[in-house]
């Protein structure tokens, strides 16, 4: 039995539900609108995108497949930061961002399009429908049920038809002509991009959830490590594939959105603006159901996935608790509106996300250099410093008499400074470590 691999059509259906786990409806909106504002420069800028909002998440699963669940990942630290760190992402991609988004994402899709203008600018709508919304989610999410994933199994794939035939008739009948890159994508498109793949939450999602794809696979039967691997590396090139046709098929349709819908406040708009243009009123309510059923289920396994993780936590309180708590709070949360979701999530996803991306790479590394803490600790603390600064920036603070000190670092000013000084602590705790004797934590190759 350990030695028991996957049949090519049992690899492809990892592959697949590896898919439907980074491709929330909330992923959609932001390619339309990094495509609207880099205009011509939407092909460079949409392969800084894929590397943070693909290529990191595949990395995260394979990471998880090699290493263990993120707490054990991250003690490798301290303990402590383990614990701290876990929780951080676990409220990032839960009762923070990640479930208020959906509540906003289909309103803004599924409801904004068909309001009057005069109601649409009224807080009261979006008041009442995250009510509701939070409140199926809630009621869901205390009946686990094959419901939801028997929702989700329907309409993921309905989603991905009606994506390809407004891709299809914006290629045959294209909305217009690309247009000027507009602010920073005009200077630095790909690095641009790279930050913007921050906001999917994939990387955070693959850290957090990684461990249920990898517990797929072992039910299965495979239990040998490196076929485990063999698998989450073959079943993660399908999952890319097919998100990187969606990126850029979105990133293509709010390229070309300008002469036809003008300048837009979000990709949630741009998106049922396109649809409405392309195939008038029904097209738009088409894809305003299956958004909306799209982001209820992924509201559900967000709401449930934390609850579980806080429950194990906090064993004093129930699971029902924290499921009314997550449901309620991320109700309040998401009034503040999609755009405004999205401005305050950047800043904070900007300072926790280099440090997901410095853990991810070091777990493969980890044997490399004995497993030696000293190296975590050494990469991630110029890290966690220089990604707190460009967080503040982001966020609008006046930090200029630290960032104008910070210019001779490489990529500083692309907003990604903190790679040369993440390596250069890495080799400094490698030395640190030999020199204090620190003893070495490898990783079996073999399970």
């Given at each position: 039995?350990?030695?028991?691999?996957?049949?090519?059509?049992?690899?492809?259906?990892?592959?697949?539900?590896?898919?439907?786990?980074?491709?929330?409806?909330?992923?959609?909106?932001?390619?339309?609108?990094?495509?609207?504002?880099?205009?011509?420069?939407?092909?460079?800028?949409?392969?800084?995108?894929?590397?943070?909002?693909?290529?990191?998440?595949?990395?995260?699963?394979?990471?998880?497949?090699?290493?263990?669940?993120?707490?054990?990942?991250?003690?490798?630290?301290?303990?402590?930061?383990?614990?701290?760190?876990?929780?951080?992402?676990?409220?990032?991609?839960?009762?923070?961002?990640?479930?208020?988004?959906?509540?906003?994402?289909?309103?803004?899709?599924?409801?904004?399009?068909?309001?009057?203008?005069?109601?649409?600018?009224?807080?009261?709508?979006?008041?009442?429908?995250?009510?509701?919304?939070?409140?199926?989610?809630?009621?869901?999410?205390?009946?686990?049920?094959?419901?939801?994933?028997?929702?989700?199994?329907?309409?993921?794939?309905?989603?991905?038809?009606?994506?390809?035939?407004?891709?299809?008739?914006?290629?045959?009948?294209?909305?217009?002509?690309?247009?000027?890159?507009?602010?920073?994508?005009?200077?630095?498109?790909?690095?641009?991009?790279?930050?913007?793949?921050?906001?999917?939450?994939?990387?955070?999602?693959?850290?957090?959830?990684?461990?249920?794809?990898i517990g797929s696979i072992k039910?299965?039967?495979?239990?040998?490590?490196?076929?485990?691997?063999?698998?989450?590396?073959?079943?993660?090139?399908?999952?890319?594939?097919?998100?990187?046709?969606?990126?850029?098929?979105?990133?293509?349709?709010?390229?070309?959105?300008?002469?036809?819908?003008?300048?837009?406040?979000?990709?949630?708009?741009?998106?049922?603006?396109?649809?409405?243009?392309?195939?008038?009123?029904?097209?738009?309510?088409?894809?305003?159901?299956?958004?909306?059923?799209?982001?209820?289920?992924?509201?559900?396994?967000?709401?449930?996935?934390?609850?579980?993780?806080?429950?194990?936590?906090?064993?004093?309180?129930?699971?029902?608790?924290?499921?009314?708590?997550?449901?309620?709070?991320?109700?309040?949360v998401a009034n503040i509106g999609?755009?405004?979701?999205?401005?305050?999530?950047?800043?904070?996803?900007?300072?926790?996300?280099?440090?997901?991306?410095?853990?991810?790479?070091?777990?493969?590394?980890?044997?490399?250099?004995?497993?030696?803490?000293?190296?975590?600790?050494?990469?991630?603390?110029?890290?966690?410093?220089?990604?707190?600064?460009?967080?503040?920036?982001?966020?609008?603070?006046?930090?200029?008499?630290?960032?104008?000190?910070?210019?001779?670092?490489?990529?500083?000013?692309?907003?990604?400074?903190?790679?040369?000084?993440?390596?250069?602590?890495?080799?400094?705790?490698?030395?640190?470590?030999?020199?204090?004797?620190?003893?070495?934590?490898?990783?079996?190759?073999?399970?």
């Amino acid at each position: 039995m350990e030695n028991k691999t996957l049949t090519s059509k049992q690899i492809l259906a990892v592959g697949l539900m590896l898919f439907a786990l980074f491709f929330g409806a909330g992923n959609m909106i932001f390619p339309p609108f990094l495509g609207q504002e880099a205009g011509t420069n939407v092909w460079t800028a949409i392969v800084g995108f894929l590397i943070t909002g693909v290529g990191l998440p595949l990395l995260g699963i394979i990471a998880i497949a090699k290493n263990g669940d993120l707490q054990t990942i991250a003690s490798r630290v301290h303990p402590l930061y383990g614990i701290v760190f876990t929780i951080v992402m676990y409220l990032a991609i839960g009762p923070l961002f990640g479930i208020p988004r959906t509540g906003t994402v289909a309103y803004e899709i599924g409801v904004t399009p068909f309001l009057p203008e005069t109601a649409s600018k009224s807080g009261l709508p979006l008041f009442l429908y995250t009510v509701i919304f939070f409140g199926i989610t809630a009621w869901l999410s205390l009946n686990p049920s094959k419901l939801v994933d028997r929702i989700g199994k329907l309409f993921t794939p309905a989603l991905l038809i009606i994506l390809a035939v407004l891709v299809i008739k914006s290629l045959i009948t294209p909305l217009g002509d690309l247009k000027a890159p507009q602010g920073a994508y005009a200077d630095g498109p790909f690095f641009k991009g790279f930050i913007e793949g921050y906001l999917t939450m994939d990387t955070i999602a693959a850290l957090v959830f990684g461990i249920v794809v990898i517990g797929s696979i072992k039910g299965m039967g495979v239990t040998n490590k490196q076929a485990l691997m063999k698998i989450c590396i073959t079943a993660g090139l399908i999952a890319a594939a097919g998100l990187a046709a969606v990126y850029l098929s979105l990133a293509y349709i709010g390229a070309t959105s300008m002469d036809a819908l003008g300048k837009m406040d979000n990709g949630g708009a741009i998106l049922s603006a396109s649809a409405q243009y392309l195939f008038g009123s029904a097209g738009a309510a088409i894809l305003a159901l299956a958004i909306t059923v799209a982001c209820l289920t992924t509201s559900v396994g967000l709401v449930s996935a934390c609850a579980q993780y806080f429950s194990k936590l906090l064993p004093k309180i129930s699971y029902k608790t924290i499921v009314a708590i997550l449901s309620l709070f991320s109700m309040v949360v998401a009034n503040i509106g999609l755009t405004q979701l999205i401005q305050i999530s950047l800043p904070i996803l900007i300072m926790i996300y280099p440090l997901a991306i410095v853990l991810i790479l070091l777990s493969f590394m980890h044997n490399a250099f004995n497993g030696y803490s000293l190296v975590y600790i050494g990469a991630l603390i110029p890290t966690g410093l220089i990604s707190f600064i460009d967080g503040l920036k982001t966020a609008g603070m006046d930090v200029a008499f630290i960032t104008d000190s910070l210019q001779f670092l490489p990529f500083f000013a692309q907003g990604i400074g903190w790679l040369v000084p993440a390596i250069t602590g890495a080799i400094i705790g490698y030395f640190l470590a030999l020199a204090f004797g620190e003893s070495k934590k490898p990783i079996p190759v073999h399970e």
